[in-house]
């Protein structure tokens, strides 16, 4: 069975934004309906987005609405400065399970990719070198954020158990590092200096965003089921990772009474979660093989992962003047999905050049400028207008642009 | 979907499954790093090799090496060897001499108790001379998987607390852990025996009120220990090495899953603590002095 109709979770995070973004260019898939708490962050095309807390009774209703056959969960909060104890707890174990209970009451269980991460292993003195996904914790969790993470797992598990016809994927993910991404890690890194644990240099491992976007997308193409770790190639030492992004490795936590070094560490604006100061004791990698051999590329290696954070860490003084960010407007969204005037404009090239039509817009971009301007003739002045706002946000052409400007002057 | 696997196994434990060979997917390796994925630098070693291993193995212990032809030029295999010392030089004298006198040299990786990993220094400079905690999982993704030579002491800490007296009298060899391990990797067990290491740094006592209050894994009474301070612990006297590589024991052909037959894997271990007793005594019985051989 082939996923048609995708809900994807935690739509307002940057995985559930990038991960609907690349599904959207896909024609085979139907639907997409995203959904969340909070407002999306990126601007998307043709995702339905709908916002929705983690109830089963209306979630029950949206995937029962919506006939969604396939389940993308990237809610997990995976970083314990990213939201309070409780809040973590809230999102990762109670959302999980009012999720799954939504999914188990529908006639036909959705399939489900669970964006889980490498925490649920948890970073201890006697792990191996590398957690294969046949391992067990080899200790009870340490953190409240571990112990999250595994009942939420635990619940995956049975909703699986209970449905044996439905592929359910687990991807472990190791810390993600990213331009796009705003971490406890990537912060720490991004200081001139990058502190360390005296007398330790650990072994670490990351993953680069796009790949992580792209793991989840192949576990939902492919139907994956059962337990991957998803982790690049590579484990570099920490020093190492200081020496790619050209900064010194400074021992400022002491071996000894670390948490308290941490914590005086606060009101310079340092934030080391525990699951992090463990990390940066002992280290931790994970075996990505099985992951690899069901045919998943990922495009960096952990190495590269770091060096790409290093070109956006030179090139952040330089980009942050440029561009407002996005934000999410009901109203425009809906004009944009609804009005017959923007959907005449966005759909009126697809049929006439006979290009595969993804939805509104998808196939719009895919034409050449000459093609775009060959149609535009037919088209009335508000359906320009709209298709000038989509060109100048997407592939602007500067052919394109022009085209329709000397159009509208002209009819104007 | 004809064989459903489970989601998490809740019986998992630290032993790795019999899995499909992945080793085809192992990440490359990356020319531009200077660093393993185990953590083990060139840069660190070669200073270290430059500072102190190379000064100890050609002047200070004279190490002679005997059946170098017994350690593969190819795949993995196991390196059994006696431990003495408290802090051992026996680990980096075994590596250098498959550094130096071997046909095809070949990096060696000493597996280390879990204690070191927590320690700090220890944590930072074992890995990086290649060290990897004694971990099964470790053991067989270095033997199997990435067709490595591992070095391993069976004795452990057992080895190491042995005093003076005790000397060249072999400790029990746990539960035969790396019996399985090589056995599960298929790859040969060379026993290694080690002259010298006994008298370079001979153990009078142990501290047991010192070990309890610094929380060390011992603190030993040598030479130069504890009262020179820590650099103590390298007070080397000048006894001479000799490292004797035997014939390798394959394990390759022992039937189905192997390492299930507890009653086999205590007759090797057995078997391979009895050859390197051997060997010790013969070495022994022709030793004509401590410090020149």
């Known amino acids: ?412 | 979907m004809a064989e459903r696997p489970r989601i998490t196994p809740r019986d998992a434990g630290a032993v790795p499954a019999v899995r499909e060979d992945l080793r085809s997917a192992l990440p490359a390796v990356e020319a531009e790093r200077h660093v393993t994925d185990w953590g083990r630098s060139e840069r660190v070693e070669a200073v270290v090799d430059r500072l102190a291993v190379d000064v100890l193995y050609r002047l200070w212990f004279r190490v002679s090496v005997e059946g170098i032809e017994n350690v593969p030029a190819h795949g993995g295999a196991l390196l059994v060897s006696n431990h003495a010392g408290a802090l051992p030089p026996d680990a980096a004298m075994i590596a250098k001499a498959i550094k130096e006198e071997h046909p095809q040299p070949r990096p060696l990786h000493l597996t280390v108790e879990h204690f070191f990993k927590g320690y700090p220094g220890f944590s930072m400079l074992l890995p990086k001379i290649g060290a990897v905690p004694a971990h099964p999982a470790n053991v067989h993704r270095l033997l199997w998987d990435e067709q490595q030579l591992v070095l391993v002491f069976p004795e452990g800490r057992k080895g190491t607390e042995k005093l003076y007296k005790d000397r060249y009298r072999l400790r029990r060899f746990g539960r035969g852990g790396f019996v399985q391990a090589a056995m599960r990797a298929r790859a040969p067990i060379v026993p290694v025996a080690v002259v010298g290491a006994e008298e370079a740094q001979p153990v009078f006592a142990q501290l047991s009120l010192l070990q309890r209050l610094t929380g060390l894994l011992y603190v030993p009474l040598t030479p130069t220990f504890p009262h020179l301070g820590p650099l103590g612990m390298l007070g080397y006297l000048p006894a001479k090495f000799t490292i004797r590589f035997m014939e390798p024991i394959p394990t390759a052909d022992l039937g189905d899953e192997p390492w299930e037959d507890q009653a086999l894997v205590q007759t090797i271990a057995h078997d391979v603590r009895a050859r390197i007793q051997d060997e010790l005594d013969d070495m022994l019985a022709q030793r004509d002095s401590v410090w020149l051989g």
């Not at chain 1, 201890?124 to 954020?145: K, N, W």
């Not at chain 1, 965003?209 to 920490?238: F, I, K, M, P, S």
């Open chain 1, 1 to 412: 069975m082939r996923a048609r109709r995708i809900l994807i979770t935690g739509a307002a995070t940057h995985w559930g934004g990038a991960l609907a973004r690349a599904l959207e260019a896909d024609p085979e898939i139907e639907t997409i309906v995203g959904i969340d708490r909070e407002d999306p962050v990126v601007e998307l095309e043709r995702t339905e987005f709908v916002r929705v807390g983690a109830q089963h009774q209306l979630l029950r209703r949206i995937l029962r609405a919506a006939r969604i056959d396939a389940v993308i969960d990237t809610r997990m909060v995976v970083d314990s400065t990213t939201a309070t104890a409780r809040a973590a707890h809230e999102n990762n174990v109670i959302g999980t399970m009012e999720l799954l209970a939504a999914c188990s009451s529908t006639d036909e269980p959705p399939a489900l990719v669970f964006k889980s991460s490498a925490h649920w292993y948890g970073v201890g003195q006697d792990d191996p070198a590398y957690f294969t996904e046949d391992m067990g914790r080899g200790t009870r969790p340490r953190t409240a954020l571990e112990r999250d993470i595994v009942e939420a797992e635990a619940a995956v598990a049975e909703y699986a158990e209970r449905h044996p016809q439905t592929p359910v994927a687990v991807l472990r993910f190791v810390n993600v590092l990213g331009p796009g991404l705003r971490t406890s890690h990537t912060d720490l890194l991004g200081l001139p200096a990058i502190p360390a644990i005296l007398g330790f240099d650990p072994r670490y491992q990351f993953v680069h965003e796009d790949d992580v976007v792209g793991a989840l997308e192949h576990a939902l193409r492919q139907g994956l089921h059962g337990t991957y770790n998803c982790a690049a190639d590579g484990v570099l030492a920490w020093s190492e990772v200081a020496g790619l992004l050209g900064k010194l490795p400074v021992p400022i936590l002491a071996p000894w009474g670390t948490g308290l070094s941490a914590a005086a560490l606060r009101p310079l604006g340092i934030r080391i979660p525990p699951e992090m100061l463990r990390q940066l004791r002992f280290g931790r990698a994970l075996d990505n093989r099985a992951l690899k051999t069901t045919g998943l590329r990922l495009r960096y290696t952990t190495r590269e992962t770091v060096l790409k954070l290093r070109e956006h860490q030179r090139l952040r003084p330089l980009r942050s003047r440029m561009g407002e960010p996005y934000r999410y407007e009901r109203e425009v969204e809906e004009f944009l999905r609804r009005s017959p005037a923007a959907r005449g404009a966005l759909e009126a090239p697809g049929p006439d050049a006979g290009a595969p039509r993804s939805g509104p817009a998808g196939g719009f971009d895919a034409l050449e400028a000459e093609e775009v301007v060959a149609v535009l003739d037919a088209l009335d002045p508000a359906s320009l207008q709209v298709l000038r706002a989509h060109e100048a946000g997407n592939a602007a052409r500067p052919r394109v642009l022009a085209a329709i400007d000397a159009l509208i002057a002209g009819r104007g």
